[in-house]
């Protein structure tokens, strides 16, 4: 009887630092790139009776960026706290063809987030994992109808969540698939003469994402 105890506790003595160093592969500081497609859209403005759906002409682009974060082991679970800087080339013209009183332009520019993530191992080099943050984003608009022109920039405030998969190919290196959702509120624009622009209108964005990162 002796042999097998002997033997099970050094087969526990292997095991246990073997799962440590599947922690210790997600765990740490990391830096990576991201690239996708993002499009944006909104709602209705229930002040002004505006509906503001941009339908066919939603504002779509190119995702691009840099990102990080520092991941840490909780029991079986992965947690990390992360951020990023994306920029974007979605560009929309639009006119009176969908309802609005003026003819004009949007261009989406630069986004920040920052926020945590919380996961588990589905395999010993694959993470699942779901996201939760903040995000501001950059909006570059100009509106004209017979008798003005205006041209505004606004920052606004949101919160993002979202979902993905991201693998190990080795010790260091990784690769990632993401989906996103913002939420942007009170979309509000004022120009150099003080002009403003004020609305109740929700916009929303939706992003798809690759990643290639390291880890140290």
């Known amino acids: 009887m002796r042999p097998f105890i002997v033997a099970a506790l050094l087969a526990g003595t292997i095991a246990a630092p073997a799962v ?31 509906e503001n759906d941009f339908g066919d002409q939603s504002i779509e682009g190119l995702t691009y960026g840099v990102d990080g974060g520092f991941d840490f082991s909780i029991g079986g679970l992965v947690a990390g706290v992360e951020g990023e800087f994306s920029e974007s080339t979605g560009k929309q013209d639009f006119d009176e063809s969908i309802a609005l009183p003026f003819s004009g332009r949007i261009e989406t520019g630069r986004d920040l987030y920052v926020g945590g993530r919380l996961g588990f191992l589905a395999r010993p080099q694959t993470l699942l994992y779901a996201k939760a943050g903040y995000t501001n984003t950059s909006i570059e608009s100009a509106f004209e109808d017979a008798d003005e022109r205006f041209e505004f920039d606004t920052n606004i405030d949101g919160y993002r969540i979202g979902a993905g998969v991201e693998q190990l190919f080795g ?9 996103r959702y ?23 964005r939706h992003q798809v994402v690759a990643g290639l990162g390291i880890r140290f």
Do not use: C, H, M
């Open 171 to 179: 010790e260091r290196f990784y690769g990632k698939l993401e989906y």
């Open 20 to 50: 440590a160093q599947v922690d210790a592969a997600f765990t740490g500081p990391r830096v990576g790139a991201i690239a996708g497609y993002g499009q944006l859209g909104s709602g209705e403005d229930p002040e002004q009776g505006i």
């Open 182 to 204: 913002s939420n942007y509120s009170k979309l509000d624009f004022s120009d150099d003469d003080d002009q403003d622009f004020q609305t109740e209108i929700d916009l929303d």
